[in-house]
């Protein structure tokens, strides 16, 4: 059974910092896309940043210069570092994963195979 597990969330104030994790169990990727969503109350699922198998990085507009996306394909992981945290910024953040070597949109949720529970991400104010 796949699973991805995300941890690191919490409470932090504006300005802060957090970092999140999200690992892989129960198959190994050959060719992993790993990306990061994020739902708040009352609003859709949106993208934050993925990782393509080829190594490139993307990230939506309000958290370039901010967040930063890596990841670890020998460990099937992926890691968010977000600065600079905004209220905003506060949500249920969501790990997705896919895997094979195709160029598909990174954007799209309806296009990854698999997903963690979510971890909860507050700023204050």
């Known amino acids: 059974q796949v699973r991805l597990v995300e941890s690191g969330g919490g409470v932090v104030q504006a300005g802060g910092s957090l970092g999140l994790s999200c690992v892989v169990s129960?198959?190994?990727?050959?060719?992993?896309?790993m990306g990061w969503f994020r739902q708040a109350p009352g609003k859709e699922r949106e993208f934050v940043a993925a990782?393509?198998?080829?190594?490139?990085?993307y990230s939506t507009d309000s958290v370039k210069g901010r967040f930063t996306i890596s990841g670890h394909s020998g460990a099937n992981a992926v890691y968010l570092q977000m600065n600079s945290l905004r209220p905003e910024d506060t949500a249920v953040y969501y790990c997705?994963?896919?895997?094979?070597?195709?160029?598909?949109?990174?954007?799209?949720?309806?296009?990854?195979?698999?997903w963690g529970q979510g971890t909860q991400v507050t700023v204050s104010s």
């Open positions: 129960g198959v190994t990727f050959s060719s992993p896309t």
């Open positions: 997705a994963a896919r895997d094979g070597q195709t160029f598909r949109s990174v954007y799209a949720r309806g296009l990854y195979d698999y």
């Open positions: 990782i393509t198998w080829r190594g490139e990085t």
